[in-house]
T-cell receptor
Framework: DADVTQTPRNRITKTGKRIMLECSQTKGHDRMYWYRQDPGLGLRLIYYSFDVKDINKGEISDGYSVSRQAQAKFSLSLESAIPNQTALYFC???????????????FGPGTRLTVL | SQQGEEDPQALSIQEGENATMNCSYKTSINNLQWYRQNSGRGLVHLILIRSNEREKHSGRLRVTLDTSKKSSSLLITASRAADTASYFC????????????FGKGMKLTVNP
């Protein structure tokens, strides 16, 4: 079984709808992240959480919210979806690295979201 | 904003050749990582090099880091068609909040 899973894998929705993307992990990592990927722009960080009680905004948090329900679960919501939120969304996890360095991130398979 | 920038943006080679990808970054880093992404899939970690290291090897991968030039290179030796993918460098910055900042990525095509 995959260590980091995302549901759904594909979603088509309409402008104005509320959408929730879910991420679960079995790696036992404390840190979880949500990214979006757009062609030619690489990955951009939306939100991240270093433990269950810690939520931080990333580079592009406007229009998104998150919930860390448990160590293993981190969900991303689009309160009112708009077409420019059409993208590939990735969840990732990491363990606390040595010292203060962030170590390897482990990615889920992605959710392809289309907002019409 | 992206910290790392990969160069070239696209590279096409024949199977068996070596592939070299470069990454430049702007601010002082704690470490630099390389990731691979097969089309439409999640990123997979390849190798991490810390700021006090200059070279690291993992199988057919060799990564170098030159902190004075703020640059890194990833060498894939004896490339295979299965190496066809997008490659990203990612950095964590000194004094930052321990987040990874990804470059825009580069596309490697290995022709059989």
């Amino acid at each position: 079984d995959a260590d980091v899973t995302q549901t759904p894998r594909n979603r088509i929705t309409k402008t104005g709808k509320r959408i929730m993307l879910e991420c679960s992990q079995t790696k036992g990592h404390d840190r979880m992240y949500w990214y979006r990927q757009d062609p030619g722009l690489g990955l951009r960080l939306i939100y991240y959480s270093f433990d269950v009680k810690d939520i931080n905004k990333g580079e592009i948090s406007d229009g998104y919210s998150v919930s860390r329900q448990a160590q293993a679960k981190f969900s991303l919501s689009l309160e009112s979806a708009i077409p420019n939120q059409t993208a590939l969304y990735f969840c990732a996890t990491s363990a606390l690295g040595q010292g203060l360095s962030t170590d390897t991130q482990y990615f889920g398979p992605g959710t392809r979201l289309t907002v019409l | 904003s992206q910290q790392g920038e990969e160069d070239p943006q696209a590279l096409s080679i024949q199977e068996g050749e070596n592939a070299t990808m470069n990454c430049s970054y702007k601010t002082s880093i704690n470490n630099l990582q390389w990731y691979r992404q097969n089309s439409g899939r999640g990123l997979v970690h390849l190798i991490l090099i810390r700021s006090n290291e200059r070279e690291k090897h993992s199988g057919r991968l060799r990564v170098t880091l030159d902190t004075s030039k703020k640059s890194s290179s990833l060498l894939i030796t004896a490339s295979r068609a299965a190496d066809t993918a997008s490659y990203f460098c990612a950095t964590t910055t000194q004094g930052g909040s321990e987040k990874l900042v990804f470059g825009k990525g580069m596309k490697l095509t290995v022709n059989p």
